[in-house]
Structures are given as structure tokens and as C-alpha cells.
């Protein structure tokens, strides 16, 4: 079925980051646009408000007349939504086109110019800063993003005019094979996802296959010294970056009252004095190459410049809640322990000399079984740390696996405690914090609002 023969798209797990931003593309070209979800959340509800019909109970009757046609109805799915679900069976059993996200994420690589970000971690806030710096140029962009833009109160920027599209290319499922990118930034290769991979060398050969995706003409613009081997097409240029090295890097860095600048070396052109508009040092690195692929396509010196300081960071990727001379609260994605590393790391440098606290919420058992260790000695950076339950997602409990084993393990001298998610507010209500992060990429978020409240209150 080519894009312009569908009528109807119909989603079997509607609410997740992802799929949202695909579900308001076809939204925006007026299509009828449907799905299933478990659960109602503010996205969900959001999607509705804009056009989505949306049901949360799994009954094939519920879904819309205008999604029965088989010649004219995608079927898009998320891989988190069981093989047996009885919507999903429907679909398979009458003959639909029934595609994964990153399969429609590649259809348009194949339309339009694909400006991809990969890696285990900065992906997000670096497609984000990069469709940011794009689409306040004259270059402009469409994105499909993996968080929700601060700038635009989105993870979706449509234009009616430009080729370039700019994808967080994701590793989870091998879904970014999917993709044909015209350029790509890779930010990272750590070993994560093993439940799906199984090895280490599993993962890294994805990436290598990844790498030969790019098309002719385009380029690869990848981390300094990263575990992969890289293969691009003959006419794909390469380009290192990393903080203080490679084609692109950052010299000059200044890091004072909350404020942070640099000058941008490039083989283009270097740009003296850019400064963070969210002032957090990792996005030096993650900005460094977010203004590589602007500059590599077409983006002005000035409009990199405004870019970068006006933009204004992704939801739950170091978001500053609460921000005054008393007390200091953010919520951090990061669930993979080079994130937690480099959110603990910048922290310290942001706020040297005074105590910070981190509520962890790990994400999947087999994460856990694999890196408690690593996890233990990113958050001994840190001065308390407080753990929860493991937040399950989509696996079963693995018998002897829990968040004692980061407890276990963490370094003498480090302040800790267990305690479970419910408990969570009264522990925070009871305290008085400095520093407060929660950290995780599972459902402890959901407190965020009134853990802001209650440290506002003190």
C-alpha cells in the first residue's frame, strides 16, 4: 500500500511517545485516525482532543468502520503489545498491512531526507536540539521525536515545505534497520536491550548493519572511539565528534552561574561563543552533534546560534521542576547506567557544594540482572540514594533479581534506603531536600507533579 492510497490508520497500542508522533502525521493529512490503548494517560487524552478516536478496552468491536477496509486501512503496532491480542489477530487473520512504527518511519526515509540520531543514550535530546535548530532556520524540518518538546509542547513538528525529516532512530527490536537515513548521528553503542540482543557482539553488529543504511551522498557523523565497526556505501562521508575531539568538538568551554558557553569547531565553519539554552553539560556533547547535521544541511552560522539558545530541553530529560535558591527538583529519563553516570556527573558539576538526592526506580528485571553493578557505581556519585521496586514494563519477575542488588552494592559511605513507590510522597513530605532528581524511565514520573508541589511548599 503506498502513503497516498491509505484512508485510515488504525494503531494497536496508540499511547506510547512514539507511536503519538506517528498517529498526528496522519492526523494532520485529515486521515481517520484510531486505536486501541490499555490505559487513558494525558497523552492519550491529548490525541483525542486532536482527532484520535481511542478505545482502552481489547474488543474488536470497537473498532471503527472506517478501519474494516483492508485495501485502504494501516494497521500500525507497537512491539510491546502481545502477539495474541485479540484486535492485532483480527487484523492478521483478514489480510491487512500490518506494519511496526519504525517500518512507517522508514517509508518516509525513502520520501523525504532522513536526518536519523541512533545510540544507546543522547538520542533524544540530540534529534530534539537538531529539529529544533532546523526548524527555526530556513531550512526548516518535519520530526518524529522520542520525547516531548519543550519548545513546541510536542514529540511531532509538521512543515508544509521541507524534504528533511528528522528521526530518533531507535535500537530497541532492531526497529532502526528499518530505516534509510540521508544522515545520521550516533551517539553511543553501550550493550543495553540483551533481552532482545543476547550479547554484546549482537548489539554492536546492529549498529554496523545500521551504518550501511546511510544512502549515497549522505553522512555518518558518529561518536569518537566508538565499540562498533563501521561501514558506510562508498559516496557516505564520515565525521567524528565528541566533546573535545574529532571533525567537531567543542574548545573554550565556560561553565558559570548556571550558564554555559562554547565555541563550535567544525570542518564548515567554527562558531565562537554558542550558549546552552538548557545549561546542562552533557548537552555540550549532544549539541555538538545536533549542529553538525544542522550546519551539514544548510543551517547559517546565526540561526545554529539562536538555535541552540533558544532551545529549551525534552520532557523528563533533565527537566528542571523546581529552581530557586532553596531547593533544586528535576526528573531524568535516564534508566541505563552510562545515562545515570552522566545525569549524576552533571549534577556535581552543576551543584558541587551542595548534597544531592536521587530516587531510583529501575526499569526491567533483565536490565537489573545485567548492569546492577554499573548502576551501583554511576549513583555512588551521588550523596543518598533512594531505591524502588523494579518497574516491570513488559517482562516477568526474574527470582533473585530486585533493587537490592544495586542496594548491595552501592559504595560505602553513600547515604541509602528502600523504600516501595507508594511510599514515595510521604518520604518526600517528611524531608527536606537540597538536590532532589528522580531518576527512570518507569512510572514514578507520574508523582513528579506532586513531589514539585510538595517541595515548593517547604
Known amino acids: 500500500m503506498e502513503l497516498k492510497d491509505i484512508k485510515a490508520v488504525y494503531f494497536v497500542g496508540a499511547g506510547g511517545i512514539g507511536m503519538s508522533a506517528i498517529a498526528r502525521y496522519f492526523i494532520s493529512k485529515g486521515l481517520v485516525v484510531a486505536g486501541y490503548d490499555k490505559t487513558a494517560s494525558d497523552l492519550t487524552r491529548q490525541l483525542e482532543k486532536e482527532g484520535m478516536l481511542i478505545h482502552y478496552e481489547e474488543n474488536v468491536d470497537e473498532i471503527p468502520q472506517a478501519c474494516r477496509d483492508k485495501n485502504t486501512c494501516l494497521v500500525i503496532y507497537t512491539p510491546a503489545v502481545p502477539a495474541n491480542h485479540r484486535e492485532l489477530v483480527y487484523f492478521r487473520e483478514n489480510g491487512f498491512e500490518i506494519e511496526k512504527r519504525a517500518q512507517v518511519l522508514g517509508r518516509l526515509t525513502y520520501t523525504h531526507k532522513g536526518l536519523c540520531v541512533a545510540g544507546t543514550h543522547g538520542k533524544t535530546s540530540t534529534s530534539t536540539m537538531c529539529a529544533h535548530i532546523m526548524h527555526q532556520s530556513h531550512v526548516d524540518c518535519n520530526a518524529f521525536l522520542g520525547g516531548i518538546s519543550k519548545n513546541y509542547g510536542t514529540n511531532y513538528i509538521l512543515s508544509d515545505s521541507s524534504d528533511f525529516v528528522v528521526i530518533e532512530a531507535d535500537e530497541f527490536d532492531r526497529s532502526f534497520h528499518w530505516l534509510r537515513p540521508w544522515m545520521s548521528v550516533i551517539t553511543s553503542t553501550d550493550p543495553d536491550h540483551l533481552d532482545i540482543y543476547g550479547t554484546k557482539e549482537a548489539y554492536l553488529e546492529s549498529f554496523h548493519h545500521y551504518s550501511t543504511l546511510i544512502q549515497p551522498g549522505g553522512a555518518l557523523i558518529i561518536h569518537k572511539d566508538l565499540e562498533m565497526k563501521q561501514e558506510v556505501a562508498e559516496e557516505v562521508k564520515v565525521y567524528e565528534y565528541s566533546l573535545n575531539e574529532g571533525d567537531f568538538h567543542a574548545e573554550n568551554i565556560e561553565i558559570e552561574n548556571g550558564k554555559i558557553t562554547f565555541d563550535f569547531i567544525s570542518p564548515v565553519e567554527n562558531i565562537s561563543h554558542v550558549e546552552l539554552g538548557q545549561p546542562i553539560p552533557i548537552n555540550i556533547e549532544n549539541g555538538v552533534a545536533a549542529m553538525a547535521m544542522a550546519q551539514l544541511n544548510g543551517c547559517t552560522a546565526e540561526e545554529l546560534k539562536y538555535g541552540m539558545k533558544t532551545f529549551g530541553g525534552v520532557d523528563r530529560r533533565f527537566d528542571f521542576k523546581v529552581k530557586n535558591d532553596k531547593h533544586v527538583f528535576l526528573s ?45 557505581d554511576a549513583l555512588s556519585l551521588l550523596d543518598e540514594v533512594i531505591l524502588c521496586d523494579i518497574y516491570p514494563a513488559r517482562e516477568q519477575p ?11 552494592n552501592l559504595k560505602p559511605g553513600i547515604a541509602k534506603q528502600m523504600i516501595h513507590k507508594e511510599e514515595v510522597l510521604d518520604f518526600v513530605k517528611n524531608r527536606d531536600f537540597d538536590v532532589l532528581i528522580v531518576l527512570g524511565a518507569g512510572d514514578l514520573d507520574s508523582y513528579v507533579p506532586q513531589i514539585a508541589k510538595l517541595i515548593e511548599s517547604k
Open 398 to 408: 526474574i527470582p533473585g533479581i530486585t533493587s537490592q542488588l544495586i542496594y548491595d
Open 332 to 376: 531524568d529519563y535516564a534508566h541505563h547506567p552510562k545515562e545515570i553516570f552522566q545525569s549524576a556527573k552533571s549534577m556535581k558539576e552543576l551543584y558541587h557544594d551542595r548534597r544531592i538526592t536521587a530516587i531510583f526506580q529501575p526499569h526491567l528485571y533483565t536490565r537489573t540482572r545485567d548492569f546492577y553493578k554499573e548502576f551501583a
